[in-house]
């Protein structure tokens, strides 16, 4: 079955470094989400591509965290530099297509981010 | 941020009963109201979801029930299982864009 892979699943920095987590969609699915997931609270949309163009980045706090899909097909996402309130897990999804469609969001793992 | 509120947070079943988590939402432009099961560990997985031009849709022993003129949805576990044991989010959004979620309730059903 087909899934949406994320890496890496965990990782812990010291607060002003820089992070960087990869997302692989499922094969042929055009939108990309990634969210954030506070610890006991519901995932937060952070930025939704169509294809390789950005169409919803309200919530992306774009001072220090910068998301790309340069072909169309996987993802990363940035945070430079990282505070202590970014600690959270970074999830990423797929669907086959988002705008217009009531297409199921596919959720990968998650990264685990531990800033210290 | 927070347009979607869930209730309870926490919720403890025996097994064979009926598990009720409780949602409401602002935006009357939400059309699109899915509802997520979470494992610890994994990423969220859809359960079940419902447009607003039916007021019930069941699958299994899942059911959604929907309130437009209250702004609100429900979703109903019958014949709760162990297995059912996890966080249960449910979300809102308009064509699955800007999806809000819920905060989570955590279900625990005991044998």
């Known amino acids: 079955e087909a899934e949406v892979a994320q890496s890496p699943r965990y990782k812990i920095t010291e607060k002003s470094q820089a992070v960087a987590f990869w997302c692989d969609p499922i094969?042929?699915?055009?939108?990309l989400y990634w969210y954030r997931q506070i610890l006991g609270q519901g995932p937060e949309l952070l930025v939704q591509?169509?294809?390789?163009?950005?169409?919803?980045d309200s919530q992306l706090p774009k001072d220090r965290f910068s998301a790309e899909r340069l072909k169309g097909v996987d993802s990363t996402l940035k945070i430079q530099p990282a505070e202590l309130g970014d600690s959270a897990m970074y999830l990423c999804?797929?669907?086959?297509?988002?705008?217009?469609?009531?297409?199921?969001?596919?959720f990968g793992p998650g990264t685990r981010l531990t800033v210290l | 941020q927070q347009q979607v509120k869930q209730s309870p947070q926490s919720l403890i079943v025996q097994k064979g009963g009926i598990s009720i988590i409780n949602c409401a939402y602002e935006?009357?432009?939400?059309?699109?109201f899915p509802w997520y099961q979470q494992f610890p560990g994994k990423g969220p997985a859809l359960l079940i979801a419902?447009?607003?031009?039916?007021s019930e849709k069941k699958e299994g022993r899942f059911t959604i029930s929907f309130n437009k003129s209250a702004k609100q949805f429900s979703l109903h576990i019958m014949d709760s299982q162990p297995g059912d044991s996890a966080t249960y989010f449910c979300?809102?959004?308009?064509?699955?864009?800007?999806?809000?979620f819920g905060a989570g309730t955590r279900l625990t059903v005991k044998p």
């Open positions: 979300a809102a959004g308009h064509n699955n864009n800007d999806m809000r």
């Open positions: 591509f169509q294809d390789e163009s950005v169409v919803d």
């Open positions: 999804a797929s669907s086959l297509r988002g705008t217009g469609a009531y297409n199921e969001q596919f």
């Open positions: 094969s042929g699915h055009a939108t």
């Open positions: 419902i447009r607003p031009d039916v």
């Open positions: 935006n009357t432009a939400f059309d699109y």
